[in-house]
């Protein structure tokens, strides 16, 4: 016989129990009411892209260390998406004639980056993208700062659990050019800015003295940006402040950039960011199409939210009720009995085991199923049954025409 | 400047816009509510699994000419994945010794197959993967064929609409080893009839001939399945019949295999299928742990659904309320009064342009939002809005306070 196989997932990624699967849901869930209340329209795409999408604006070390890249058997080169905004701008400009611009749209799904696995940091992860396209800064910006608040506060997080650090990369770089920094200077100078945070104050200032003599940071303008902060307070968000630290690690941003922090000194990490990014669309031919846009993280979400006693319970995961079944040959008018409570939306597990009752509660309860019946040739007849709530032992009798009305009030 | 980008998807696999993927969601979600009905819990696992995964235990073809499989930077060779049923038995074999047994799990979520783009093969397809695991054959094969046929009857569909055509792999191979075969012959032979339907009757007669002289389907006996199928009769699934010739393509079948075909001729592939399985998880190591399961894809059913007149309506996806603005400056009061109706439950959609009012009504409309109001300064001081239903034209003016209850109304 053979070596049996072994049962360990790919490196980095991650296996979903139910239970596990549930919290994902709960937390993805909480984010899609709030984008549907806020007029977002859900949209997806294959994870499997053509190469060259990444290779024009990405950030060059995503592409050339980070991505999962390779030649399908028709030698087209195939990049598993590690960030889902290229997508989005490949499809806006893809339709740019059809659409009804503004586009308020979001994704929830995975992204893939090949990095050594870490806390916080897996080569799949979730994401929820959020993308207001077609207009721009302005009220846009605006709205995009008060739904990334919006959507931690739907989960109950209150302004002092996080911070909006606001940077502007339009600021940023009138800054570098007034130090004296030409273009591919400019953006090397971004990136370092971009890593400092990984880095000693030593390490980053001789590292950006080979680019500049002048701190491009001590010449940025900040005055526009102090006025949107001010707006944002106006219009009920009032954790934003100016970071003139701030990048984001991409290339494509062209506008305000931001990045929202946990307060919480135990969870140091941005918990996620985005920016306005005006010229993206435009690689596709045609007009730019000016947009700004965020995306979340499913572990420093979960993270955040951990850290703060937010974890949304997860939902109508579980059944309802077990139906015990006294011996195997109840089991078919178990299961007919299930299905009508089925239909009037009842979440019904049917034992199908040899199992002896007690066992079959037993079963019940290591499941988290709240409420138990046995059902065999008595209940057939009596047309009642005695539901056990397995919390707290209680029984009581019921007709077998109440149990709908009772599951309803269970969530 | 250099060439515009391609706005084309990676060949054979599919953007969804955002009413595409409201009709993709529609179906998941209505396939998801029958599965939690019946007891079934969700999981999740990452498409990309370690390749020999797959060289174990699904079929040759696939592993060969049909997986995307390529070498990561850490030299991990990495497939992603074809199909869900390995994943599951490695989730399974994994924490057997935690597990509550007998195990109702689903999975939906996209497989990959490096395959020629045709009508209804795409390299990225969604499937629903379902499995009852831990039970013989009984009443789990049963509850199977009954859920199969419950998912269908849930989207509309009578049981004249489709047929479940089963067959067993146990009497298959006995009825090959009656014939003379030995093993090794039994497996190109069961593979030659998955294609059966693929050829001529010829090219089979002369490819079969080449393994077997007696034909094995007329040494199959049928008993054990016509009785199986007089107890799906009594148990409400009316429309199941023997077939000698369904196989099923994996290798990993060793009990009963079924298919669901469209009785609509204009539609003669097999819509889904699947079997019992086993032996899989025990290619982990441990004693076997018998399962079986089917897996619905997205495309054959909404072709079905389509076919028959029953692709449920999209849900929830699009805003109930476009709120427009006389002018720029009205967008702030706008933004605030939406955001009263979203803590209510509303789906709300602020104009942020500076369209004149009549262009942002045929907004709406193209939109497809049903309901419209204008929000400027009157509005504030007056406390009450004149909403238009789009479709009829006709309108009414109601009191600010009263919207929370009509947008409940709308879906």
Redesign the interface.
Known sequence: MSE????????G??????AD??R??AMFSRIRV?L????Y??????????A??YE?KTSEEIVNEQT?T?????D?R?T?RPEMTPTLA??V???RREL?F?L??FSIG?R?R?ERPQKGRL??FYQADIDLVG?PKG??DI?II?LAS?ILKAFGAKENDFVIRVNSRALLNSACAEAGLKSDDIKQYLRLLDKKSKMTPEAFDVASSTITVKDPLTLIDAKPLEMFIAELK???VGNAVFDSGITRGFDYYTGIVFEVYDTNLANPRALFGGGRYDELVA????EPIPAVGFALGDVTLADFLETHGLAPAAG????QLYVGTPS?SD??SA??FA?TL?KE??????N??ARALGDQIK?AV??GIPYFVAYGANEVVNKSVRMKTLATGEEVVLPVSDLPMRLRSVI
């Open positions: 049996p196989l072994s049962t360990d997932s790919y490196k990624v991650r296996d979903f129990y139910p699967w549930a994902m849901l709030t549907l209340a806020w007029g329209e859900e949209y997806n795409a294959s994870p499997l892209e053509r060259e999408l024009a999962y390779f030649t399908d058997r028709g087209r195939v598993i490949r499809m400009a893809g339709k009804a503004p308020r749209w995975n893939f090949y080569r799949e207009l009220e846009a709205e008060l919006a106006k219009r009920g690689l596709f031919g045609g109508a995961s579980i059944p195997e089991i078919p299961q007919s299905d089925r939306g009842g979440r019904v597990f049917v199908l085991t079963d290591k499941r």
